[in-house]
């Protein structure tokens, strides 16, 4: 399963950016999918979850308020009030259930991710 990340890009602190996650049809359409992050020298780590029917969702401390993640077909991630330390590589995933929350292990297609660069 090939999942595409889009939406990253050069941004200026305070600014916004719209992530997005689509995939083959029916892919993710039973399952929750996960945002997590990579930045420069560090682990993975998880950024927001949405279930199978958009109804439950859940935000790492560090972007509650700022960060809005929602579905259709696709999985959108939209960032608000970006900042430096969100500077890192995004990554969608496929959960294995329709519920997925923080934990990598729940989750099972990834895809290539997308770069965020947040300046100062």
């Known amino acids: 399963v090939q999942l595409q990340a889009s939406g990253g890009g050069f941004v200026q602190a305070g600014d916004s950016l719209r992530l997005s996650c689509a995939a083959p049809r029916r892919t993710f359409s039973n399952n929750a999918v996960g945002w997590f992050r990579q930045a420069p020298g560090k682990g993975r780590e998880f950024v927001s979850s949405?279930?199978?029917?958009?109804r439950t969702v859940s935000h790492a401390d560090s972007v509650k308020g700022r960060f809005t993640i929602s579905r259709d077909s696709a999985v959108y991630l939209q960032m608000n009030d970006l900042k430096p330390e969100d500077t890192a590589v995004y990554y969608c995933a496929v959960g294995i259930s329709a519920y997925s929350g923080p934990n990598s292990d729940s989750y099972r297609y990834w895809g290539q991710g997308t770069l965020v660069t947040v300046s100062s």
């Open positions: 949405i279930s199978w029917n958009g």
